[in-house]
């Protein structure tokens, strides 16, 4: 199996939203991000799939060394980054910008509570935020004003999978929802831990609150993003914006019943995704 074989592969058994966005690129672009999402999926895995914290710490730091083998004289023995060494020079893409997607995910395994809002939008830059930044070079930024509307593109879609995860995160013991905010709305961890089993009658009511005040601000954060998208850059980054009419549906499916991401996870089928990204291809619509 080459290493293009091999990101194709990880990224379509993904199913995830970004790989039907990534379809109607040319077809060096779509090589590009393709292999750059594949090695976002491998961090990710370190931390979802690995138990052993001391472990999950090894396998990171190998791939930190795996990241400097990228951007140095040698070549990387991990296919994702064999894909990806291809297209860094093109793109314009940096070693610090792998990086901090590892310092995002060791987050993960040092941290599973943050206090407010401001503390998860330092993890949500290091996980989103910087994963958009590099998506919109490969996509075809020309303004510089489109690396702001990334960044804040990048935080709405990761606002949208904490919404949606709640209930996976919480039987890893993460909770992502900011302290402060579970206590505005007189919701506790050990309920959230609990999947809500363990609940008085009051917490439907409670924790419906706590979830439409999350949608709420991260529809907000897409309509800032938009905001922030220069129009002579709007054709380019399609491919965000099919990814946001994705996930801005997705966010509206959730908000019909928010109790069910505690037991099951919510989401499109694919070829609902296929026909909100040809809309957006086809006739510029979100």
């Known amino acids: 199996m080459t290493p293009q074989d091999y990101v194709q592969q990880k990224a379509a058994a993904s199913g995830s939203s970004f790989y039907y966005a ?3 690129l040319p077809p060096e672009r779509r090589a590009a991000i393709t292999a750059f999402y594949a090695f976002c999926r491998e961090i990710d895995d370190v931390v979802d799939e690995v138990s052993d914290p001391g472990v999950a710490q090894t396998k990171l730091h190998w791939w930190r060394q795996q990241v400097a083998q990228t951007f140095g004289t040698g070549r990387p023995d991990h296919p994702a980054l064999q894909a990806l060494q291809a297209h860094t020079s093109t793109y314009g893409l940096r070693p610090e910008h792998l990086l901090q997607v590892i310092d995002g995910c060791q987050m993960d395994l040092e941290q599973s509570r943050y206090l407010d809002y401001a503390n998860l939008q330092r993890y949500c830059h290091l996980v989103a935020g910087v994963v958009g930044e590099v998506a919109a070079r ?3 930024q020309t303004e510089a004003q489109t690396t702001a509307y990334a960044h804040r593109l990048g935080l709405a879609f990761q606002l949208t999978n904490i919404v949606r995860d709640v ?3 919480a039987v890893r013991g993460r909770i992502y929802l900011p302290v ?5 709305f007189d919701v506790k961890a050990h309920e959230l831990l609990k999947r809500g089993s363990a609940s008085d009658a009051s917490f439907p009511e409670r924790f419906g609150a706590l979830m ?3 949608i709420d ?3 907000a954060t897409y309509d800032d993003a938009l905001a922030l998208l220069p129009a002579s850059d709007r054709r380019a980054q399609k491919p965000g914006l099919m990814m946001a009419s994705i996930y801005r549906t997705l966010l509206r499916e959730i908000a019909a019943d928010p ?3 505690l037991t099951q996870r919510i989401g499109l089928t694919p070829l609902r995704k296929l026909w909100l990204a040809w809309k957006v291809q086809a006739l510029g619509r979100l």
Do not use: P
């Open 217 to 219: 601000r991260a529809l």
């Open 22 to 24: 990534f379809l109607f």
């Open 259 to 261: 109790h069910a991401v």
């Open 212 to 214: 439409r005040f999350q």
């Open 167 to 169: 209930g996976e995160d």
């Open 180 to 184: 402060n905010e579970l206590q505005r």
């Open 138 to 140: 490969i996509f075809g």
